[in-house]
Protein backbone atom coordinates (compact mmCIF):
# COMPACT_ATOMS: atom_id res chain seq x y z
CA UNK A 1 0.00 0.00 0.00
CA UNK A 2 1.21 3.36 -0.56
CA UNK A 3 -0.34 5.58 2.05
CA UNK A 4 0.55 8.55 1.33
CA UNK A 5 3.20 9.93 -1.91
CA UNK A 6 6.34 8.74 -1.06
CA UNK A 7 5.28 5.61 1.80
CA UNK A 8 5.16 2.20 0.90
CA UNK A 9 3.98 0.13 3.44
CA UNK A 10 3.02 -4.01 3.51
CA UNK A 11 0.25 -3.72 5.65
CA UNK A 12 -2.45 -6.02 6.95
CA UNK A 13 -6.01 -5.53 5.35
CA UNK A 14 -9.49 -7.11 6.15
CA UNK A 15 -10.30 -9.66 3.37
CA UNK A 16 -13.06 -8.44 1.46
CA UNK A 17 -16.36 -11.23 0.58
CA UNK A 18 -16.95 -11.13 -3.23
CA UNK A 19 -20.12 -9.78 -4.13
CA UNK A 20 -23.09 -10.86 -6.59
CA UNK A 21 -20.87 -11.75 -9.89
CA UNK A 22 -17.76 -11.19 -8.33
CA UNK A 23 -14.88 -13.27 -7.64
CA UNK A 24 -11.68 -13.28 -4.78
CA UNK A 25 -8.18 -13.55 -6.46
CA UNK A 26 -5.49 -15.17 -4.11
CA UNK A 27 -2.44 -12.68 -5.65
CA UNK A 28 0.52 -14.95 -6.68
CA UNK A 29 2.48 -12.45 -8.71
CA UNK A 30 1.94 -8.90 -8.99
CA UNK A 31 4.22 -6.91 -12.06
CA UNK A 32 5.33 -3.60 -10.98
CA UNK A 33 4.66 -1.10 -13.56
CA UNK A 34 5.70 2.79 -14.51
CA UNK A 35 2.03 3.64 -13.34
CA UNK A 36 2.80 2.05 -9.57
CA UNK A 37 5.92 4.02 -9.53
CA UNK A 38 4.37 7.64 -10.45
CA UNK A 39 1.44 6.75 -7.75
CA UNK A 40 4.11 6.29 -5.31
CA UNK A 41 6.12 9.33 -5.97
CA UNK A 42 2.66 11.49 -5.79
CA UNK A 43 2.69 12.06 -9.37
CA UNK A 44 -0.52 11.04 -10.75
CA UNK A 45 -3.54 12.86 -10.54
CA UNK A 46 -6.35 10.43 -10.75
CA UNK A 47 -5.13 8.94 -7.03
CA UNK A 48 -6.30 9.10 -3.62
CA UNK A 49 -4.11 8.19 -0.49
CA UNK A 50 -3.48 5.59 0.76
CA UNK A 51 -4.33 3.52 -2.19
CA UNK A 52 -3.53 -0.55 -2.73
CA UNK A 53 -2.09 -0.61 -5.62
CA UNK A 54 -1.16 -2.97 -8.27
CA UNK A 55 -2.71 -3.95 -11.26
CA UNK A 56 -0.74 -6.79 -13.32
CA UNK A 57 -1.89 -9.70 -11.12
CA UNK A 58 -2.25 -13.25 -11.56
CA UNK A 59 -3.58 -15.82 -9.24
CA UNK A 60 -6.15 -18.24 -8.26
CA UNK A 61 -9.72 -17.75 -7.44
CA UNK A 62 -10.39 -18.72 -3.91
CA UNK A 63 -13.92 -17.55 -3.09
CA UNK A 64 -16.68 -16.54 -5.76
CA UNK A 65 -20.17 -14.15 -5.14
CA UNK A 66 -23.57 -15.19 -6.00
CA UNK A 67 -23.96 -15.79 -9.72
CA UNK A 68 -21.03 -17.16 -10.25
CA UNK A 69 -20.21 -21.39 -10.68
CA UNK A 70 -18.54 -22.36 -7.79
CA UNK A 71 -16.32 -24.68 -10.21
CA UNK A 72 -14.25 -21.41 -10.97
CA UNK A 73 -13.12 -21.89 -7.20
CA UNK A 74 -8.88 -22.93 -7.85
CA UNK A 75 -9.17 -21.11 -11.53
CA UNK A 76 -5.76 -19.67 -12.01
CA UNK A 77 -6.35 -16.03 -13.28
CA UNK A 78 -5.34 -13.05 -14.83
CA UNK A 79 -7.33 -10.08 -14.01
CA UNK A 80 -7.71 -7.52 -16.53
CA UNK A 81 -7.35 -4.14 -14.05
CA UNK A 82 -10.22 -2.10 -16.07
CA UNK A 83 -13.86 -1.95 -14.68
CA UNK A 84 -16.21 -0.01 -17.49
CA UNK A 85 -19.78 0.98 -17.53
CA UNK A 86 -20.52 -0.85 -20.67
CA UNK A 87 -23.21 2.21 -21.67
CA UNK A 88 -21.33 5.33 -22.44
CA UNK A 89 -19.59 5.88 -26.09
CA UNK A 90 -16.55 4.45 -25.97
CA UNK A 91 -18.14 1.52 -24.10
CA UNK A 92 -20.62 1.37 -27.31
CA UNK A 93 -18.06 0.99 -29.77
CA UNK A 94 -15.64 -1.37 -28.01
CA UNK A 95 -13.12 0.68 -26.65
CA UNK A 96 -14.10 0.44 -22.63
CA UNK A 97 -10.27 1.24 -21.59
CA UNK A 98 -11.26 4.70 -22.00
CA UNK A 99 -14.65 4.48 -20.58
CA UNK A 100 -16.13 7.57 -19.05
CA UNK A 101 -16.13 5.98 -16.09
CA UNK A 102 -13.54 4.06 -16.20
CA UNK A 103 -12.23 2.79 -13.21
CA UNK A 104 -8.56 0.48 -12.67
CA UNK A 105 -7.34 -1.69 -10.39
CA UNK A 106 -4.95 -0.29 -8.04
CA UNK A 107 -5.67 3.39 -9.17
CA UNK A 108 -8.85 4.85 -8.04
CA UNK A 109 -10.90 4.48 -5.00
CA UNK A 110 -13.40 2.23 -3.80
CA UNK A 111 -12.06 -0.82 -5.81
CA UNK A 112 -10.01 -3.12 -3.71
CA UNK A 113 -8.71 -6.71 -5.24
CA UNK A 114 -12.56 -8.36 -6.51
CA UNK A 115 -14.44 -7.61 -9.76
CA UNK A 116 -16.06 -9.89 -11.85
CA UNK A 117 -14.60 -12.82 -13.77
CA UNK A 118 -14.89 -11.37 -16.93
CA UNK A 119 -11.88 -12.27 -19.60
CA UNK A 120 -9.68 -14.61 -17.51
CA UNK A 121 -7.94 -17.66 -18.31
CA UNK A 122 -9.18 -21.36 -17.70
CA UNK A 123 -6.62 -23.84 -16.52
CA UNK A 124 -7.53 -26.75 -14.07
CA UNK A 125 -3.75 -27.88 -14.03
CA UNK A 126 -1.08 -26.18 -12.57
CA UNK A 127 0.87 -24.61 -14.98
CA UNK A 128 4.73 -24.13 -15.25
CA UNK A 129 5.13 -21.58 -12.19
CA UNK A 130 5.05 -17.91 -12.19
CA UNK A 131 6.28 -16.85 -15.44
CA UNK A 132 3.74 -17.75 -18.28
CA UNK A 133 1.12 -16.13 -16.56
CA UNK A 134 3.43 -13.43 -16.02
CA UNK A 135 1.94 -9.50 -17.27
CA UNK A 136 3.27 -8.99 -20.80
CA UNK A 137 5.17 -5.50 -21.14
CA UNK A 138 6.85 -3.54 -23.20
CA UNK A 139 10.67 -2.86 -23.57
CA UNK A 140 13.03 -0.49 -24.50
CA UNK A 141 16.44 -1.41 -26.36
CA UNK A 142 19.81 -1.85 -24.90
CA UNK A 143 21.41 -0.08 -27.87
CA UNK A 144 21.24 2.50 -29.95
CA UNK A 145 18.37 2.58 -32.48
CA UNK A 146 19.89 3.19 -35.44
CA UNK A 147 22.75 0.66 -34.72
CA UNK A 148 19.77 -2.41 -33.77
CA UNK A 149 18.24 -0.89 -37.18
CA UNK A 150 21.32 -2.39 -38.98
CA UNK A 151 22.09 -5.09 -37.24
CA UNK A 152 18.47 -6.51 -37.38
CA UNK A 153 18.39 -5.34 -41.32
CA UNK A 154 15.43 -2.96 -40.74
CA UNK A 155 15.59 -0.61 -44.17
CA UNK A 156 13.96 2.31 -44.49
CA UNK A 157 13.65 2.61 -40.90
CA UNK A 158 10.42 0.72 -38.73
CA UNK A 159 7.25 1.18 -39.80
CA UNK A 160 5.74 0.70 -36.74
CA UNK A 161 7.31 2.36 -33.85
CA UNK A 162 6.01 1.95 -30.36
CA UNK A 163 7.10 4.30 -27.38
CA UNK A 164 6.73 2.83 -24.56
CA UNK A 165 9.62 4.62 -22.74
CA UNK A 166 7.35 7.74 -23.24
CA UNK A 167 9.58 10.46 -22.43
CA UNK A 168 8.49 13.61 -24.15
CA UNK A 169 11.90 13.38 -26.45
CA UNK A 170 11.12 9.94 -27.50
CA UNK A 171 8.15 10.89 -29.82
CA UNK A 172 10.70 12.97 -31.97
CA UNK A 173 13.26 10.68 -32.37
CA UNK A 174 9.88 8.36 -33.14
CA UNK A 175 9.33 10.41 -36.08
CA UNK A 176 12.84 10.69 -37.11
CA UNK A 177 13.32 7.04 -37.63
CA UNK A 178 10.23 5.63 -38.62
CA UNK A 179 9.73 4.43 -42.24
CA UNK A 180 7.38 6.76 -44.65
CA UNK A 181 3.79 5.76 -44.08
CA UNK A 182 5.03 4.43 -40.45
CA UNK A 183 2.83 4.29 -37.35
CA UNK A 184 3.46 5.51 -33.98
CA UNK A 185 2.03 4.38 -31.10
CA UNK A 186 2.16 6.37 -27.95
CA UNK A 187 1.56 4.88 -24.50
CA UNK A 188 2.57 7.79 -22.42
CA UNK A 189 1.09 10.02 -19.57
CA UNK A 190 3.49 13.06 -19.64
CA UNK A 191 2.36 16.31 -19.08
CA UNK A 192 5.39 17.78 -20.84
CA UNK A 193 4.91 18.95 -24.44
CA UNK A 194 6.75 16.97 -27.03
CA UNK A 195 8.06 18.31 -29.86
CA UNK A 196 6.20 17.55 -33.27
CA UNK A 197 7.74 18.77 -36.48
CA UNK A 198 4.97 18.64 -38.92
CA UNK A 199 7.91 18.94 -41.69
CA UNK A 200 8.85 15.48 -41.15
CA UNK A 201 5.40 14.22 -39.98
CA UNK A 202 3.83 14.68 -43.68
CA UNK A 203 6.89 14.35 -45.50
CA UNK A 204 6.49 10.49 -44.64
CA UNK A 205 2.27 10.58 -43.99
CA UNK A 206 2.97 8.82 -40.94
CA UNK A 207 0.51 8.25 -38.44
CA UNK A 208 0.61 8.75 -34.79
CA UNK A 209 -2.20 6.64 -32.70
CA UNK A 210 -1.92 6.26 -28.88
CA UNK A 211 -3.19 3.65 -26.89
CA UNK A 212 -4.66 3.31 -22.99
CA UNK A 213 -4.69 0.47 -21.00
CA UNK A 214 -6.66 -2.42 -23.23
CA UNK A 215 -9.84 -2.84 -25.01
CA UNK A 216 -10.57 -6.28 -24.29
CA UNK A 217 -7.36 -8.24 -25.76
CA UNK A 218 -6.92 -10.57 -22.70
CA UNK A 219 -7.91 -13.76 -24.64
CA UNK A 220 -5.79 -12.34 -28.03
CA UNK A 221 -2.29 -12.10 -25.65
CA UNK A 222 -2.88 -14.75 -23.56
CA UNK A 223 -3.49 -16.67 -26.92
CA UNK A 224 -0.47 -15.52 -28.17
CA UNK A 225 1.22 -16.60 -25.26
CA UNK A 226 0.06 -20.08 -25.50
CA UNK A 227 0.93 -20.62 -28.99
CA UNK A 228 4.20 -19.01 -28.56
CA UNK A 229 4.35 -16.16 -30.25
CA UNK A 230 4.87 -14.37 -27.26
CA UNK A 231 7.25 -14.64 -24.54
CA UNK A 232 6.90 -12.56 -21.60
CA UNK A 233 9.57 -14.99 -19.69
CA UNK A 234 12.06 -12.84 -21.96
CA UNK A 235 11.51 -9.77 -20.51
CA UNK A 236 10.80 -10.78 -16.34
CA UNK A 237 14.04 -9.92 -15.26
CA UNK A 238 13.43 -10.33 -11.70
CA UNK A 239 10.98 -12.05 -8.60
CA UNK A 240 11.18 -10.17 -5.84
CA UNK A 241 9.30 -11.15 -2.22
CA UNK A 242 6.33 -8.91 -1.12
CA UNK A 243 8.26 -8.24 1.96
CA UNK A 244 11.34 -6.44 -0.18
CA UNK A 245 8.73 -4.69 -2.12
CA UNK A 246 11.01 -1.59 -1.13
CA UNK A 247 13.65 -3.08 -2.97
CA UNK A 248 11.74 -3.98 -6.14
CA UNK A 249 10.48 -0.40 -6.79
CA UNK A 250 13.85 0.81 -6.51
CA UNK A 251 14.88 -2.01 -9.09
CA UNK A 252 11.87 -0.65 -11.34
CA UNK A 253 12.69 2.71 -10.43
CA UNK A 254 16.74 3.14 -10.56
CA UNK A 255 18.05 0.07 -12.09
CA UNK A 256 16.42 -0.06 -15.91
CA UNK A 257 19.57 -1.58 -17.48
CA UNK A 258 18.91 -4.56 -15.52
CA UNK A 259 15.53 -4.72 -14.85
CA UNK A 260 13.04 -5.06 -17.71
CA UNK A 261 9.42 -6.63 -15.91
CA UNK A 262 10.30 -6.44 -11.71
CA UNK A 263 7.80 -9.03 -10.45
CA UNK A 264 6.31 -9.18 -6.55
CA UNK A 265 6.49 -12.97 -5.44
CA UNK A 266 3.27 -13.27 -2.98
CA UNK A 267 4.47 -17.02 -2.53
CA UNK A 268 3.28 -20.65 -3.25
CA UNK A 269 -0.16 -21.00 -3.22
CA UNK A 270 -1.95 -23.31 -0.85
ZN1 LIG B 1 -18.32 3.31 -20.19
Redesign the pocket.
Known sequence: MVEEARRLAVVERPVPEPGRGEVRVRVRYAGICGSDVHILHGRNPFVVYPRVIGREIVGLVESVGRDVPPQRVGERVAVDPEI?????????IGR?NV????QVLGVHPRRRLKRPPLRSRRQRSPGPPGIPDAAAATIEPREPLPEAQRRLGVDGGPTLVIDAVCHPAILEEALRVAAPAGRIGMLGFSSEPSAIPQQETTRKELSLFASRLNAGTFPQVIEWMKSGRLQPERIVSHRVPLAEVGRAFELTENDPRSSSKVLLDFGPQA
Open positions: ACGSCYPCSPCHRL
